[in-house]
């Protein structure tokens, strides 16, 4: 079964959310108009609708995640459904429990949504193949593959800043290797029609074949930066600097670390974005995390009005299926 | 029982013979009556239209008895090779406890006979329990009956350790079966490092986890004098050097597992786990080389690298699964596609799957010789089936070519001048 099959219904509806690699533009422009719709819903004193009454979500985290797991909490909350997190990383697979299995009590507990977080590339999709027909399965990230809810709010953070994606030059800064963050976002700049997409990094970090999912690979970040309108961050992993890729994050710092400096080639008005948790002195310096091209802080905000939107149109699609079946 | 197989097309590459014939059978051997009219056989077996070779060598069938018999059995895989054609195969020393003498001495024979389905070979360890740090009891081994020496794909870090493996191998006239793979570069990585791995975020395996690993034997071997075979090979590169090797003379010879010259690493996408193998599948140019290998006599065996697994093996994300296909079905099927497709000549494809790895095991196998046992293997070419996982008679149903459509299938299998399958 191709990934395109496994994430669309028949009526190309979303039926699970794995990946942005093979979705049409038209849904992840969808998905960006539906989050702009729950944008303010935050800000008002009650901060619920109630589209998902009735519906329970389940936060499986088979991997530790603080931020991710409380938006998608938040996210659900505001819409109104139940939410139960799971933390599978500390419970049942550590006694032995399969995944499978894990999974099938959960199912028998009636809910209607999977949020997914594994230590393994293609997690979701595994879980996806294997659910029950009526369970959709949103990615909150797998392995070293992807994270497409991460990448929608990048993207709605761009367009919120830059109106648009045509003409943009984005550059992904840091590790490209390990980052399943990276891999989505360069399947959805390249969906939305972006100009450029340059990976910025040391080549121990740098997949190969970068070409191949249409991004420009650079070693020097000031040639990187050259231009661009928008500059994400990618987090580095300490450990990453204690092996054979890395020789340390001092020199890490020095020649990919963001500083004022170094964001002369940019354009002036270009933003700086990071999924966090930033390391401070690593990928960044404060002055330019804290700074006025910085948006670190209000992609978190975004960060709940995306997931509501992809919570919100998997189950509407489920309704819509339903309502089909009914006929 | 005297059985004459008519009319089919007799291909016997070790006698260079390619025509429309009979084969005659008595008291398990082949022979060769003076006369069509002088042998009275009982049991006639009409060949028009099919191809009867000698029964195939397979030079590496897991059939995890004992150790990891909730996967497979001695007797439901040794069933499964006698529905695939095959008379011979070769068990890497891999088994749970690792093959010592005493078990190929006392354990598989009577098993093997108990099943009576087809002749079970082995391979012993290349050093102590194939931990990679002391050498095994080589000599005990092969006096065991061991037919070659292998590590069975767990590294041996410490060169110098390889190093005498090798040098004490040749003491006892052993060929060294080696799986080229160098574990540092090999890391933690999941498939071959390139277009498709980037995509899906599995850690990649570089081409010179392999290619490395071949260069440093080769050295290894031209210097200890050892006979080397190389198992399972997945880069053109490394192909290079085997054939650069071989035409200087060195004592080398080269396998391929069949699925490797059909998949490549596109298969991977969508997280196909039955497409988990070790070595990985790689590029389309790789399987192209391998083709060419094969063709030109590079690759001197296909083999069905049969690692049957039960279900619960596969039933996890990519990397958390096993490796390896239930290839034994697809052995035969698989080959004669690249027949159908002209990639390779018919004797040159039955060579390669009876008297090469019969050679390398240092069998009298392999051939249709007059005075030699009866294993013979008859394959009907247009023989369309789908491979159904209902009706795989491996206990492991786990193969990427679930469904689909091949054009040739072994008919009948005889063994020792038994036919053995169909099962009677």
Same mark, same amino acid.
């Given at each position: 079964?191709?990934?395109?099959?496994?994430?669309?219904?028949?009526?190309?509806?979303?039926?699970?959310?794995?990946?942005?690699?093979?979705?049409?533009?038209?849904?992840?422009?969808?998905?960006?108009?539906?989050?702009?719709?729950?944008?303010?819903?935050?800000?008002?004193?009650?901060?619920?609708?109630?589209?998902?009454?009735?519906?329970?979500?389940?936060?499986?985290?088979?991997?530790?995640?603080?931020?991710?797991?409380?938006?998608?909490?938040?996210?659900?909350?505001?819409?109104?459904?139940?939410?139960?997190?799971?933390?599978?990383?500390?419970?049942?697979?550590?006694?032995?429990?399969?995944?499978?299995?894990?999974?099938?009590?959960?199912?028998?507990?009636?809910?209607?949504?999977?949020?997914?977080?594994?230590?393994?590339?293609?997690? &979701?999709?595994?879980?996806?193949? %294997?659910?029950?027909?009526?369970?959709?399965?949103? %990615?909150?990230?797998?392995?070293?593959?992807?994270?497409?809810?991460?990448?929608?709010?990048?993207?709605?953070?761009?367009?919120?800043?830059?109106?648009?994606?045509?003409?943009?030059?984005?550059?992904?800064?840091?590790?490209?290797?390990?980052?399943?963050?990276?891999?989505?976002?360069?399947?959805?700049?390249?969906?939305?029609?972006?100009?450029?997409?340059?990976?910025?990094?040391?080549?121990?970090?740098?997949?190969?074949?970068?070409?191949?999912?249409?991004?420009?690979?650079?070693?020097?970040?000031?040639?990187?930066?050259?231009?661009?309108?928008?500059?994400?961050?990618?987090?580095?992993?300490?450990?990453?600097?204690?092996?054979?890729?890395?020789?340390?994050?001092?020199?890490?710092?020095?020649?990919?670390?963001?500083?004022?400096?170094?964001?002369?080639?940019?354009?002036?008005?270009?933003?700086?974005?990071?999924?966090?948790?930033?390391?401070?002195?690593?990928?960044?310096?404060?002055?330019? &995390?804290?700074?006025?091209?910085?948006?670190?802080?209000?992609?978190?905000?975004?960060?709940?009005?995306?997931?509501?939107?992809?919570?919100?149109?998997?189950?509407?699609?489920?309704?819509?299926?339903?309502?089909?079946?009914?006929? | 029982?005297?059985?004459?197989?008519?009319?089919?097309?007799?291909?016997?590459?070790?006698?260079?013979?390619?025509?429309?014939?009979?084969?005659?059978?008595?008291?398990?051997?082949?022979?060769?009556?003076?006369?069509?009219?002088?042998?009275?056989?009982?049991?006639?077996?009409?060949?028009?239209?099919?191809?009867?070779?000698?029964?195939?060598?397979?030079?590496?069938?897991?059939?995890?008895?004992?150790?990891?018999?909730?996967?497979?059995?001695?007797?439901?895989?040794?069933?499964?090779?006698?529905?695939?054609?095959?008379?011979?195969?070769?068990?890497?020393?891999?088994?749970?406890?690792?093959?010592?003498?005493?078990?190929?001495?006392?354990?598989?024979?009577?098993?093997?006979?108990?099943?009576?389905?087809?002749?079970?070979?082995?391979?012993?360890?290349?050093?102590?329990?194939?931990?990679?740090?002391?050498?095994?009891?080589?000599?005990?081994?092969?006096?065991?009956?061991?037919?070659?020496?292998?590590?069975?794909?767990?590294?041996?870090?410490?060169?110098?350790?390889?190093?005498?493996?090798?040098?004490?191998?040749?003491?006892?006239?052993?060929?060294?079966?080696?799986?080229?793979?160098?574990?540092?570069?090999?890391?933690?990585?999941? &498939?071959?490092?390139?277009?498709?791995?980037?995509?899906?975020?599995?850690?990649?395996?570089?081409?010179?986890?392999?290619?490395?690993?071949?260069?440093?034997?080769?050295?290894?071997?031209?210097?200890?004098?050892?006979?080397?075979?190389?198992?399972?090979?997945?880069?053109?590169?490394?192909?290079?050097?085997?054939?650069?090797?071989?035409?200087?003379?060195?004592?080398?010879?080269?396998?391929?597992?069949?699925?490797?010259?059909?998949?490549?690493?596109?298969?991977?996408?969508?997280?196909?786990?039955?497409?988990?193998?070790?070595?990985?599948?790689?590029?389309?140019?790789?399987?192209?080389?391998?083709?060419?290998?094969?063709?030109?006599?590079?690759?001197?065996?296909?083999?069905?690298?049969?690692?049957?697994?039960?279900?619960?093996?596969?039933?996890?994300?990519?990397? &958390?699964?096993?490796?390896?296909?239930?290839?034994?079905?697809?052995?035969?099927?698989?080959?004669?596609?690249?027949?159908?497709?002209?990639?390779?000549?018919?004797?040159?494809?039955?060579?390669?799957?009876?008297?090469?790895?019969?050679?390398?095991?240092?069998?009298?196998?392999?051939?249709?010789?007059?005075?030699?046992?009866?294993?013979?293997?008859?394959?009907?070419?247009?023989?369309?089936?789908?491979?159904?996982?209902?009706?795989?008679?491996?206990?492991?149903?786990?193969?990427?070519?679930?469904?689909?459509?091949?054009?040739?299938?072994?008919?009948?299998?005889?063994?020792?001048?038994?036919?053995?399958?169909?099962?009677?």
């Amino acid at each position: 079964m191709s990934i395109d099959n496994l994430q669309l219904d028949d009526q190309s509806r979303l039926r699970h959310f794995l990946t942005i690699e093979g979705l049409p533009r038209s849904l992840l422009l969808q998905i960006l108009d539906t989050a702009e719709s729950f944008a303010g819903v935050g800000e008002r004193a009650v901060k619920k609708v109630p589209l998902l009454r009735g519906k329970t979500i389940v936060n499986l985290f088979f991997e530790p995640s603080t931020r991710t797991r409380t938006t998608f909490e938040l996210a659900a909350k505001r819409l109104s459904a139940d939410v139960l997190t799971v933390d599978v990383s500390t419970s049942a697979t550590t006694k032995g429990e399969s995944l499978l299995d894990t999974l099938r009590n959960l199912e028998a507990m009636y809910c209607d949504m999977f949020v997914v977080r594994h230590a393994l590339s293609g997690a &979701a999709h595994f879980i996806a193949r %294997n659910v029950a027909p009526h369970i959709s399965v949103v %990615n909150g990230g797998d392995g070293q593959h992807a994270h497409p809810t991460q990448a929608m709010l990048d993207m709605f953070t761009i367009r919120r800043h830059k109106g648009g994606f045509e003409n943009l030059k984005v550059a992904i800064v840091g590790d490209l290797a390990h980052s399943r963050v990276a891999r989505s976002q360069i399947h959805a700049l390249r969906t939305l029609g972006v100009a450029e997409i340059r990976a910025v990094g040391p080549q121990t970090l740098l997949p190969p074949c970068l070409e191949s999912l249409g991004a420009i690979p650079h070693n020097q970040l000031s040639d990187g930066l050259r231009d661009v309108d928008v500059i994400i961050m990618l987090r580095l992993q300490r450990e990453r600097a204690q092996g054979a890729l890395l020789p340390s994050t001092h020199e890490y710092f020095q020649f990919y670390g963001l500083t004022e400096e170094k964001l002369v080639t940019a354009k002036p008005d270009a933003i700086v974005m990071h999924p966090g948790p930033i390391n401070r002195g690593v990928e960044t310096d404060s002055e330019v &995390a804290d700074g006025a091209r910085s948006v670190i802080l209000q992609q978190v905000g975004f960060g709940i009005a995306v997931r509501m939107a992809v919570m919100s149109l998997l189950l509407g699609s489920q309704a819509a299926a339903e309502r089909e079946g009914n006929q | 029982m005297k059985l004459a197989i008519r009319g089919g097309l007799v291909v016997d590459p070790a006698n260079d013979v390619n025509e429309v014939g009979d084969v005659y059978v008595a008291g398990g051997r082949l022979v060769e009556p003076a006369g069509a009219g002088e042998f009275t056989a009982e049991l006639e077996l009409d060949a028009a239209g099919r191809i009867v070779c000698p029964g195939l060598v397979d030079l590496s069938a897991r059939l995890r008895e004992p150790g990891q018999e909730h996967k497979a059995t001695i007797a439901s895989e040794t069933r499964a090779a006698a529905a695939s054609g095959v008379t011979t195969l070769c068990c890497p020393p891999a088994t749970q406890p690792v093959t010592d003498p005493a078990a190929v001495v006392e354990l598989l024979p009577p098993r093997t006979a108990r099943a009576g389905m087809a002749r079970v070979e082995t391979l012993g360890a290349l050093t102590h329990e194939l931990g990679g740090k002391r050498l095994a009891e080589m000599g005990a081994l092969k006096s065991a009956g061991c037919l070659g020496v292998s590590n069975a794909g767990r590294p041996i870090r410490d060169l110098g350790v390889l190093l005498r493996a090798m040098e004490y191998a040749t003491t006892f006239d052993l060929t060294v079966f080696l799986h080229p793979s160098d574990p540092w570069l090999c890391g933690d990585g999941q &498939a071959h490092a390139g277009a498709v791995a980037t995509r899906l975020g599995l850690p990649g395996i570089p081409e010179t986890a392999e290619t490395v690993a071949v260069a440093r034997d080769l050295l290894l071997a031209e210097q200890t004098g050892a006979r080397v075979h190389f198992c399972r090979l997945s880069t053109g590169r490394a192909l290079d050097m085997v054939r650069e090797a071989r035409n200087r003379g060195l004592p080398v010879s080269a396998d391929v597992a069949a699925h490797q010259l059909h998949l490549t690493e596109e298969d991977l996408l969508g997280f196909n786990s039955e497409c988990h193998l070790d070595p990985p599948l790689r590029s389309k140019q790789d399987r192209e080389a391998l083709r060419a290998g094969l063709a030109d006599g590079t690759l001197d065996a296909v083999c069905s690298d049969h690692q049957p697994h039960e279900r619960d093996a596969r039933l996890n994300p990519f990397a &958390a699964t096993e490796p390896g296909i239930s290839g034994l079905e697809t052995l035969v099927p698989l080959t004669m596609k690249l027949v159908e497709e002209g990639i390779v000549e018919l004797p040159r494809a039955i060579a390669a799957l009876t008297s090469r790895p019969a050679g390398i095991l240092g069998l009298d196998r392999g051939s249709l010789s007059p005075g030699s046992p009866a294993d013979i293997c008859i394959i009907d070419p247009t023989g369309k089936h789908t491979l159904d996982a209902e009706k795989m008679f491996s206990r492991g149903r786990n193969s990427p070519f679930l469904n689909t459509e091949f054009a040739a299938c072994v008919t009948e299998t005889v063994l020792n001048g038994r036919i053995v399958f169909p099962f009677s």
